[in-house]
């Protein structure tokens, strides 16, 4: 017998089933019991028992209540981390099952932010046609959001514009991303060719938040130019962005990939401003050395080797 089954042999293990483990991160990862009993099709006060529970069975107490939301004590917190451990390598080992046997199935888990919902769910869709067993978990967020999912590994695979460089990520770049000026086409300056950046601060400018990677971007385009964006307005998303153009409110950037439908109604145009379009690009990114299950990798190397196809 090796020394680590003597060692699990010769100790009195607590007594959780691995649902308690599971409504615990789910508690923690919402942030409270009501959005843990949705999640997991269970009842408020099965939430509650079980978590009542799983607490004396350690001696225990690892939940706090702070106004409306549920947030792990310090104690808890380590509970957690260790219980999110497990629950991955239960995942990884169910994962590998079907990797041995061949089988693309099981869940895949992707977080995307806000800018790119615009496209994602369509390529997932055809994912899915192509590989019916398996099943498709998109979240989106925004760009700190996001961020933190990927910091606890809530994901197979997170697709951003901008990749993180506070934290060891494997970042894959599949397709571009053209940043461009959109107005509504009774504009001043649609139609005018060559538009200077200094014409293009003085216009009201619809902004979106901060951490945008957009946002990033166009600042960072402005600072080479000694230039600096006063947002007329800061909006939440992109979709809130387009409204506000469309309302008249003023110009604005946004993804190219945004903008199909109200460019084919021409509801919106693209304005032509010296040093636009801004090419990005998205990436798939994962921490490094994550071991990928065969539902994710097949995705990944969907994304890499046919999308950039389907969208040159």
Same mark, same amino acid.
Request: glycine share 12%; proline share 2%.
């Given at each position: 017998m090796s020394k680590g089954f003597s060692r699990i042999a010769s100790q009195k293990l607590p007594n959780i089933t691995l649902r308690q483990m599971q409504i615990f991160e789910s508690v923690v990862r919402l942030g409270g019991y009501t959005l843990a009993a949705r999640e997991l099709n269970l009842t408020q006060p099965t939430v509650s028992m079980q978590m009542s529970k799983l607490c004396e069975?350690?001696?225990?107490?690892?939940?706090?209540? *702070?106004?409306?939301?549920?947030?792990?004590? *310090?104690?808890?917190?380590?509970?957690?981390?260790?219980?999110?451990?497990?629950?991955?390598?239960?995942?990884?080992?169910?994962?590998?099952?079907?990797?041995?046997?061949?089988?693309?199935?099981?869940?895949?888990?992707?977080?995307?932010?806000?800018?790119?919902?615009y496209f994602m769910p369509h390529y997932m869709g055809k994912f899915i046609e192509r590989h019916p067993l398996v099943q498709p978990r998109l979240t989106i967020s925004n760009r700190n959001d996001a961020l933190e999912r990927l910091r606890s590994n809530q994901d197979d695979l997170l697709i951003m514009g901008k990749v993180p460089d506070s934290m060891p990520v494997k970042a894959h770049p599949f397709i571009n991303n053209e940043v461009v000026v959109i107005a509504r086409p009774d504009h001043p300056l649609n139609g005018k060719r060559g538009i200077s950046l200094e014409q293009l601060v003085g216009e009201r400018f619809l902004v979106r938040e901060p951490g945008s990677g957009t946002r990033r971007a166009v600042d960072q385009l402005l600072a080479k130019h000694g230039l600096k964006l006063t947002p007329y307005m800061e909006?939440?998303?992109?979709?809130?962005?387009?409204?506000?153009?469309?309302?008249?409110?003023?110009?604005?950037?946004?993804?190219?990939?945004?903008?199909?439908?109200?460019?084919? *109604?021409?509801?919106?145009?693209?304005?032509? %401003?010296?040093?636009?379009?801004?090419?990005?690009?998205?990436?798939? %990114?994962?921490?490094?050395?994550?071991?990928?299950?065969?539902?994710?990798?097949t995705f990944l190397e969907y994304i890499l080797n046919e999308m950039e196809l389907e969208f040159s």
């Open positions: 069975i350690l001696g225990l107490e690892l939940l706090e209540q *702070s106004g409306r939301r549920t947030h792990p004590t *310090s104690i808890g917190r380590e509970v957690y981390d260790n219980m999110r451990e497990i629950l991955d390598r239960l995942a990884d080992l169910g994962g590998l099952a079907d990797d041995l046997k061949g089988v693309v199935r099981g869940e895949l888990k992707v977080s995307v932010i806000t800018t790119a919902a909006l939440g998303n992109a979709e809130a962005i387009k409204q506000g153009v469309l309302a008249g409110l003023g110009i604005s950037v946004l993804s190219r990939r945004n903008l199909d439908l109200e460019l084919g *109604s021409n509801r919106i145009v693209i304005l032509d %401003v010296q040093g636009f379009p801004l090419v990005r690009r998205w990436y798939a %990114v994962h921490f490094r050395g994550k071991r990928l299950s065969l539902v994710a990798r």
